[in-house]
């Protein structure tokens, strides 16, 4: 089945510093990658949609200057967190969007920012 | 817009016996697919069945089936003989315009107790 992984798992950051997040479909194309936020005990929030080769698609509310988001392969998509700070300690999970595969999810990165 | 209502936070069940989870939505695409997403507590989000709107004969994945009544725009989860490795929160989405982008529910955490 398609197979998708997220890099780094966890990732511990001091504040103002940025941190970047790899997404990657080990098996297949995916021209269209998704990226999630999950607070605890909430549901996953859509942050962006990720498109090869053009520029992501951010949903209301979210600021794209400070998650940038690049696709710049079939197979790569990365989410930046720049100047990070504490509220921005989250799950981030991202998913690829694969034609009758149900959109298969990476394993997700836990951020914390100190 | 399209909307996924789940509204049990919280379900238990005993091994071996059936569970339903509920799940309604709201959409005005005339063509639309459903899915159910397994999240144990590791984080990953773990695809379990897809329902297709125009699908006549309701989904079947093993010991996990989609109850999928139209009319009543309500896609509910049944797992048979669950395990104890079932424990998990079980999210339900629905592709939204186009079929761009998943919108998922809030969610429903699964006990299994022995």
């Known amino acids: 089945g398609a197979v998708v992984s997220q890099h780094p798992s966890w990732v511990i950051c001091k504040s103002g510093t940025s941190v970047k997040i790899e997404c990657r479909s080990l098996d297949f194309q995916a021209t269209t990658m998704f990226w999630y936020r999950q607070f605890p005990k909430q549901s996953l929030m859509l942050m962006a949609t990720?498109?090869?080769?053009?520029?992501?698609?951010?949903e209301q509310g979210v600021e794209k200057d400070k998650f940038l988001i690049n696709h710049a392969s079939l197979t790569l998509s990365t989410l930046t967190v720049t100047s990070a700070h504490p509220e921005d300690s989250s799950f981030y999970i991202c998913?690829?969007?694969?034609?009758?595969?149900?959109?298969?999810f990476g394993p997700g990165t836990r951020l914390t920012v100190t | 817009a399209q909307k996924i209502t789940q509204t049990q936070p919280g379900m238990f069940v005993q091994e071996k016996e059936a569970v339903t989870l509920d799940c309604t939505y709201d959409t005005s695409d005339q063509s639309y697919g459903l899915f159910w997403y397994k999240q144990p507590s590791s984080g990953e989000m773990i695809f379990l069945i897809y329902q297709g709107s125009y699908d006549e004969q309701n989904a079947t994945e093993g010991r996990y089936s989609l109850n999928f009544q139209k009319a009543r725009k309500s896609a509910n989860l049944v797992i048979s003989a669950s395990q104890l490795g079932d424990s998990a929160m079980y999210f339900c989405?629905?592709?939204?315009?186009?079929?761009?982008?998943?919108?998922f529910g809030t969610g429903t955490r699964l006990l299994v107790s022995p």
């Open positions: 998913s690829a969007r694969d034609v009758g595969q149900g959109d298969p």
């Open positions: 989405a629905i592709f939204g315009t186009g079929f761009q982008k998943l919108v």
């Open positions: 990720s498109n090869e080769g053009s520029k992501a698609t951010y």
